[in-house]
């Protein structure tokens, strides 16, 4: 099978909430923790963090090299483009796109986009749980042949599409046929924010990890949806 290579998206430098990534839940970063959840996928063969250049991110490279694995460092303004060289430099050749504001990433909902990827290729060139949402904000999944990241590359050179790696795929149907992968009823909550960009984001994912992670390190999107359910029928009157 192709090389399936999982590049995150991280850096220090974020507006709202600066230094996002490595925050800390249940004694550990933030950005551990994902890399962690991860590689418990069982066809993502590596996890490489795309990060930049700025002096700020130093400590993203230093807590990647402490955990074993690759740290491509570019652009901080052309994001698309240091996600592609972070897939080149793992020798990528199915990519699958995360962001590091995505924490409480489901190993298991990987998969699945992945395998909803593999199964519709070569007919197909692109598969997200993104455009239709379905799940909580913050499980965001995208997949598609390194080569068709590349090309999107090459041919993408408004900001916008710089910016947010995958939009000018999505943008172009003509170009680019996708699968949009849907959460089962069970999960699908798409006004649930699980992702970390505000205080509140933060203090939500802190709660999930300090009640979860002790006891159940691989805890799901289930055992998520299960916790915060009980908080709020906790303080119901």
């Known amino acids: 099978m192709a ?10 430098g974020s507006s709202r909430l600066p230094g996002k990534v490595l925050k800390v839940a249940a004694g550990t970063p933030l950005l551990a923790l994902m890399v962690e959840r991860v590689r418990r996928s069982r066809y993502v063969d590596e996890v490489v963090v795309a990060t930049t250049t700025m002096p700020g991110d130093d400590a993203i490279a230093e807590l990647c090299q402490r955990l074993g694995i690759r ?12 996600v592609v060289e972070a897939g080149r430099s793992a020798g990528a050749e199915t990519s699958v ?12 909902i990987v998969d699945h986009v992945v395998c909803a990827f593999l199964e519709a290729s070569p007919h197909v060139q692109y598969a997200s749980n993104v455009e239709v949402r379905s799940y909580p904000d913050g499980l965001d999944v995208q997949v598609l042949a390194w080569t068709t990241l590349e090309e999107s590359s090459r041919l993408a050179h408004e900001r916008p599409f710089r ?26 909550n798409a006004s649930l924010r699980l992702t970390l960009d505000s205080d509140e984001d933060y203090r939500r994912i802190c709660r999930v990890f300090e009640a979860l992670y002790p006891t159940k390190e691989d805890f799901s999107l289930v055992d998520v949806l299960k916790l915060l359910a009980e908080g709020e029928s906790s303080q119901r009157p």
């Open 3 to 12: 090389k399936v290579v999982a590049t995150i998206e991280a850096r220090m």
């Open 71 to 82: 740290a491509f460092r570019g652009s901080e303004d052309d994001v698309l483009g240091r």
């Open 97 to 108: 796109l995360l962001t590091g504001d995505c924490p409480l990433i489901d190993p298991v």
């Open 163 to 188: 910016e947010h790696v995958g939009w000018y795929i999505r943008r172009h149907p003509e170009r680019y046929r996708r699968i949009d992968v849907v959460a089962p009823a069970g999960l699908a």
